[in-house]
């Protein structure tokens, strides 16, 4: 009993990993709001580490470049704030505050210039990085070294900025998503998967999330796939608590009780797989072939009863 508690406040532990662009990063707003107030009181630093978090929550409003800018600039930053200055720039081609911040963009890379020593150029390396995002994108390269999300990881850690960012991120949410609902919808149609596919839509459910996917009942999803990836190794009782947390999350979907009935029958619990089934899926004829199935287990009298009826209702079904 400890160690399936265990396993499952493990699983709950791991579920999803940090988000890094999109709302699950917190609100724009606030960190905005923040920043403003640390920015007034002069604390630099602080102020351009709420408005980095702004642009990844929610990378498509240009006007926090501009702040994210002006801290750097003010904390010394001066090769983020140029970068910052020119993103803004070029998002932002009707904005109000254009001329002013492409003056103080101008002085921003004078200043850089005119520096002892050149610091490291942060935006070098984007364009490769860009590319190699795409180009394992369409290959449905998602996970894994050189892999789409750990490019969109490292990018993000690099510190690139701009609109851009968050296009990216929903790309590989959808993709990401699609692949994942895909395993799911192919696992419930009864195709046989092996236990490496099934174990592999969840870090892509997790990707997803990352990236600010909204994604349906991943949770629920996530459970079932590892329930039959544990169905398969003939892990009996881990496969039951998967399946039991998937029922839970998704109760609508009766298919998930089903297979928790079946990794008790599977367990030897066959009397408690036939209260799954009759709590759940009380007409479904595979729990009236269990009833049988049990009854004859009981006794053999009690057996033939309940195969009459299942002969009788299948020769005459009931009227609709």
Request: charged residues 30%; hydrophobic residues 40%.
């Amino acid at each position: 009993m400890r160690s399936e508690f265990l396993l499952v406040a493990l699983a709950a532990s791991i579920s999803f990993a940090d988000p890094i662009v999109g709302a699950g990063v917190g609100n724009a707003d606030t960190f905005v709001s923040e920043g403003s107030k640390l920015f007034n009181k002069k604390q630099y630093v602080k102020a351009a580490e709420q408005f980095l978090k702004a642009t990844r929550a929610n990378p498509a409003n240009a006007q926090v470049y501009v702040q994210l800018a002006r801290a750097e600039m003010l904390s010394k930053q001066l090769q983020r704030s140029c970068y910052a200055y020119r993103v803004y720039l070029k998002a932002t081609p009707d904005s109000p505050d254009r001329k002013k911040a492409a003056a103080e963009s101008d002085q921003c890379e004078r200043q850089v210039k005119t520096m002892r020593k050149m610091p490291e150029d942060p935006t070098r390396g984007f364009v490769d990085l860009r590319a190699a995002f795409f180009t394992a994108l369409d290959a449905r390269d998602l996970l894994g070294a050189n892999s789409a999300s750990e490019t969109l990881k490292t990018l993000v850690h690099d510190g690139f900025l701009g609109p851009e960012l968050g296009e990216m991120a929903q790309k590989l949410g959808t993709v990401a998503t699609s692949e994942a609902d895909g395993i799911h919808r192919r696992a419930l149609s009864g195709e046989k998967l092996t236990s490496e596919v099934l174990r592999s839509a969840r870090p892509l459910y997790q990707v997803a999330q990352e990236v600010g996917a909204s994604v349906t009942d991943a949770k629920g999803r996530m459970a079932f796939l590892d329930g039959l990836a544990e169905l398969n190794d003939k892990a009996w009782k881990r496969a039951e608590t998967h399946f039991s947390e998937a029922a839970k999350s998704d109760p609508s979907n009766k298919e998930y009780a089903y297979f928790r009935a079946l990794a008790l029958f599977q367990s030897g619990d066959r009397g408690q797989a036939l209260k799954v089934l009759e709590a759940e899926l009380k007409d479904d004829p595979r729990t009236v072939v269990l009833r049988a199935s049990v009854a004859l287990g009981d006794s053999p009298e009690a057996g033939a009863a309940e195969l009459e009826k299942l002969l009788f209702s299948t020769r005459y079904p009931p009227e609709k």
